[in-house]
């Protein structure tokens, strides 16, 4: 899968969104290396830590369906009624969720504005010096 078709997967799932307080509305798009495409998107909480991004939704979706290696993750968030709307970048957390299952200097983050406007980066890029499985060795 390209990046433009997995940005695209990210816009549909930003559809799922449960964004009912900021009306932020985030999907994610993570591609696992075997092709797979698992969804997530942001999940609102009226108590507001209970709620959850749409990166870490998409990891919880694979890795409960037992995916463990992945290669790419476009994220696609703006305001409810607006088409698009800047980048979404992912926050400090879910940067080092992603650290648990993906190789920084690999791993492929594609952040969209729009289904057509995006950039790419690599998690190592986005976090830099990184804590991670290899440092409990």
């Not at 092709?35 to 998107?41: A, D, L, M």
């Not at 993750?73 to 969720?97: L, S």
């Not at 650290?99 to 830099?128: M, S």
Request: hydrophobic residues 35%; aromatic residues 10%.
């Amino acid at each position: 899968m390209n990046d433009k078709d997995l940005v695209k997967e990210a816009v549909l799932a930003r559809q799922k969104s449960y964004s009912p307080y900021s009306n932020y509305m985030v999907g994610a798009a993570l591609l696992a290396k075997n092709g797979k495409v698992y969804h997530g998107c942001n999940i609102e909480n009226s108590g507001y830590s209970p709620s959850n991004c749409a990166e870490r939704t998409a990891f919880f979706n694979a890795v409960s369906q037992g995916e463990r290696e992945f290669s790419a993750i476009a994220i696609a968030g703006w305001a409810k009624d607006a088409q698009a709307g800047g980048q979404a970048f992912p926050c400090g957390v879910c940067r080092q969720g992603m650290v648990e299952f993906c190789r920084p200097k690999e791993f492929k983050i594609i952040v969209a504005n729009g289904d057509q406007d995006f950039t790419v980066h690599t998690l190592e890029e986005l976090l830099p010096h990184s804590f991670g499985p290899d440092n409990l060795k």
